[in-house]
Nanobody, 129 residues
Framework: QVQLVEPGGGLVQAGGPLRLSCAAS?????????VGWFRQAPGKEREFVAA????????YYVDSVKGRFTISRDNAKSTVFLQMNSLKPEDTAVYYC?????????????????????WGQGTQVTVSS
């Protein structure tokens, strides 16, 4: 079992920054394991935001956040971060981190929620205009 805890959400003005964190515990990650961030806005489906391999060899972003968001990890602390800059009102959503410690899927699978076995409780991010 893996527990994921996500402090860091909140209210921020458009154009401002916010950093989310996702602390994992309970199981050792394979170097091929992955942690992803997804978000769900009211009335919309959950969408992929970013993902990173535990070894740091790759990281991917949805087009709408490229150049504004950065995903990173601190393996010593078993924590993954999502630094969000130049936030827009359309970034408002509940953000979830998700993990697959095994790394059993191909890289392209990690764009999809089905590749992740463990999910955090979600944290609200609200961007005011």
């Amino acid at each position: 079992q893996v527990q994921l805890v996500e402090p860091g959400g909140g209210l921020v003005q458009a154009g401002g920054p916010l950093r989310l964190s996702c602390a994992a515990s309970g199981r050792t990650f394979s170097s091929y394991g992955s942690v992803g961030w997804f978000r769900q806005a009211p009335g919309k489906e959950r969408e992929f935001v970013a993902a990173i391999c535990w070894s740091g060899n790759w990281r991917y972003y949805v087009d709408s956040v490229k150049g504004r968001f950065t995903i990173s990890r601190d393996n010593a602390k078993s924590t993954v971060f999502l630094q969000m800059n130049s936030l827009k009102p359309e970034d408002t959503a509940v953000y979830y981190c998700a993990a697959d410690p095994s790394g059993r899927y191909s890289v392209s699978d990690y764009y999809h929620a089905r590749a992740y076995d463990y999910w955090g409780q979600g944290t609200q991010v609200t961007v005011s205009s």
